[in-house]
């Protein structure tokens, strides 16, 4: 199973601000997800980061909102733009494995005041 | 429409009873199911998986999970709780092709008493 880092762990910041989560994977993946889960909700899926290719978003998710970096197969970041409180989630990165399953990291807690 | 329904928000035992969470998806592909686990201020854990074969899965923890596609479901169970299971449970499913786009359902919390 894959080792995932996200930073931070935990994050409080004020409206209209940007924020970037980095996820650091301890193997070479493929493909790496970027999850929203907002309080007391399940995961939505906000894009798939590729390395070496634009990052494919899902439907009601933007780049301009939420601008995806994937710079090698261990390493990508997340940034959520002009914050606002509806923002306040955690953010999850994921990765694929040779078997099938997702494994995720322990997500990045955002709090928009 | 594709959708995974996890239809008890809230589910309380006590320790050393057993347990079963409900999952029913739909899904217009063969699926992969799949039961996450999430303690509070944690990541997703997996605890098991179904692709195919037995349609009885073990997982950790001393879960299980059986696949029933009349009934389009996927339940999890565990003969016997310890407070250690207190988390929230997630159901998903995805498209055997290995897209990856898992649907995850709401999850159910469990609540463990002593």
């Known amino acids: 199973s894959a080792v995932i880092s996200q930073k931070p762990s935990r994050d409080i910041c004020q409206r209209g601000t940007s924020l970037t989560i980095q996820c650091q994977v301890d193997?070479?993946?493929?493909?790496m997800f970027w999850y929203r889960q907002q309080p007391g909700q399940s995961l939505t899926l906000i894009a798939t980061?590729?390395?070496?290719?634009?990052?494919?978003?899902e439907s009601g998710f933007v780049i301009d909102k939420f601008p995806i970096s994937r710079p090698n197969l261990t390493f990508s970041t997340l940034t959520v733009s002009n914050m606002s409180p509806e923002d306040s989630s955690i953010y999850l990165c994921?990765?694929?494995?040779?078997?099938?399953?997702?494994?995720f990291g322990e997500g990045s807690r955002l709090t928009v005041l | 429409a594709q959708s995974v329904t996890q239809p008890d928000i809230h589910i309380t035992v006590s320790e050393g009873a057993s347990l079963e969470l409900r999952c029913n998806y739909s899904?217009?592909?063969?699926?992969?199911l799949f039961w996450y686990v999430q303690s509070p201020g944690q990541g997703l854990q997996l605890l098991l998986k179904?692709?195919?074969?037995?349609?009885l899965v073990q997982g950790i923890k001393g879960f299980e999970a059986e696949f029933k596609r009349s009934q389009s479901s996927f339940n999890l169970r565990k003969p016997s709780v310890h407070w250690s299971d207190a988390a929230e449970y997630f159901c998903?499913?995805?498209?055997?092709?290995?897209?990856?786009?898992?649907?995850f359902g709401t999850g159910t919390r469990l609540k463990v008493l002593a």
């Open positions: 899904y217009g592909a063969t699926p992969y």
């Open positions: 998903a499913v995805g498209a055997a092709s290995g897209t990856y786009k898992y649907i």
């Open positions: 193997s070479q993946v493929t493909m």
């Open positions: 179904y692709f195919s074969g037995d349609t």
């Open positions: 994921s990765v694929d494995s040779s078997t099938g399953e997702l494994f």
């Open positions: 980061a590729n390395q070496g290719s634009e990052a494919t978003y």
